[in-house]
DNA sequence: GGACCTATTTATAATTG
DNA sequence: TCAATTATAAATAGGTC
């Protein structure tokens, strides 16, 4: 009963949106749209995908296929390819839309323990159940393979950065942290 | 001069594709699309998103809009909001495929790196030049600024956790960690 | 492998309820 | 805010070169 007004797609310039209403409709609506596209990508070709998105307003949101953890297990636990038509994959990449309601900081940890964990952790379950796969996931083993005593290294000296920096990030703020103990205040 | 067959769009299954080549063709081609969206949420609604990708077949992809540590000055640094048509983004996001050749663990552990000085240091920029800002970013303060002590314990907490897991895999393969130092075998 | 070509399918901007 | 609707713009599967 109002005025019809044009209504369907119009064309979008790659510029920030401005109004604050349509921002955040497009941010939740094209996450959406990542995601979906990032699940496509990972059931269809089988890779990892993990994103993280820091959103205009909120808290921040991850999205992995499916969990990588699991992921690892049934990348290796499979002694063949999935078959082409596994069904009810379809309507689930909904669910892995981990929606977090902890802080921003927290939740990025999460994401990134789970990213080191597979990291750390595909070598040796590749290795130890590598005699029953069939062929289809050597890609794995190559880059894995090369992780060597360099690499070990710079890993370490990554973390002892990464520790110091949240170390002093706390003490300048006053929550302190002194002979390997924290303490608030 | 050949067969003409049909083009054109078929529809998909979601589904991994079994014919190698073709898994590959849609690999490269979905992947940019992703990273291609991913940059259109990042630009259009000011958000921060991150991307990995582990492809079956060879060396990891990652995405940042545009880089982190640029875009958090980029953000603290504008006395007011981006205008609404600012120019040449578009082409570019193509620049922004960080195609790394570098070994899985490390690639990994620049992004996570990245996104943790996103973290850390968001907050005290913020508050720096907090007063020249115009009020579109304040969606930024609030999740920062509920970073107090329980986050900052949970943080060294879990890299601890970390370091000791990365700790106990050299170990397990050889390269030692002891007394606070590495050494090969 | 990559760049281009189309027929289609999909994603989605604006609007309505 | 949140779910539909719908007109269109975009993405893309299969093909060609």
């Known amino acids: 009963m109002s005025t019809r007004l044009i209504k369907g797609r119009k064309s ?11 921002r955040q409709v497009t941010f939740s609506k094209r996450r959406n749209g990542v995601f ?9 070709t089988g890779a990892e995908v993990g994103i993280i998105v820091f959103p205009p307003g909120s808290k921040p949101y991850s999205f992995g ?16 390819p ?3 038509s596994s069904p009810g994959i379809d309507g689930k990449y909904v669910q892995m839309f ?42 794995f083993k190559g880059p894995i393979e090369r ?7 710079m890993l370490k000296e990554r973390l002892e950065h990464l520790h110091l920096k ?10 302190g942290y002194e002979n390997g103990k924290w303490k608030a205040e």
């Not at 999460?110 to 996931?137: G, H, M, P, V």
């Open 166 to 175: 949240v170390k002093n990030y706390d003490t300048e703020h006053g929550y």
């Open 98 to 139: 981990q929606k977090t309601n902890s802080i921003t900081l927290n939740t990025q940890l999460n994401t990134l323990q789970d990213q080191l964990d597979f990291a750390l952790n595909l070598k040796s379950k590749l290795k130890e159940k590598n005699k029953n796969l069939e062929s289809q996931q050597d890609w």
């Open 36 to 44: 979906k596209k990032a699940n496509e990508l990972a059931v269809m």
């Open 12 to 22: 979008v310039r790659l510029a920030k949106i401005e109004n604050q209403n349509n």
């Open 65 to 80: 296929h499916p969990n990588v953890n699991e992921t690892i297990d049934k990348y290796v636990g499979e002694e063949r």
């Open 147 to 153: 992780m060597n005593y360099t690499e070990a290294s």
């Open 82 to 84: 999935p078959s082409p």
